[in-house]
């Protein structure tokens, strides 16, 4: 189903038209090696967490850590707002966090390997919030040999 902001009650669609996008300078884009050679992590906005993790606070830019060897019932999902249907997360956790077609790629030689960690932030945040927590996050990605991520914007 497409939305489109006219359809949208007037004060939802005044919030979002009034919300600044922020540019960036330059483009962080390369070419790279094939998929069949990457090590692929996924990064989503879902508010995803373990069942022992803190729960994200409104307006959290910070992540949480999604070990790849999580069980889907160890993942919760805490966002929260009006406008969110957790619905498919609660029938299929692939959804948001395709973690299974991930392992079935890899399998399949699609692409090269399966991280073992993947992220999650609160997708209800300022892009800047999220600043800090994204250098921190650049060098774990380094370091668990990533040089791919599948983004999931929630």
Known sequence: ???RLSELPEAE???LAAIKCPSFAGRPWIKGEPLAHRRI???STAGLQLRSDRSFSHGDGDYRVIPGSAKAAEIVMSHVSVNFDRTGFQQ???VVFPIDRLKELA???EIGSVADFHYSFMGAMAPEAAAGPSRMLAKLLRADEVD???LCPV
């Open 148 to 150: 791919a991520v599948l």
């Open 13 to 15: 669609r005044e919030h």
């Open 92 to 94: 299929d956790i692939n």
């Open 41 to 43: 992590a996924i990064i």
């Open 107 to 109: 399998a399949a030689g």
């Open 1 to 3: 189903m497409v939305l």
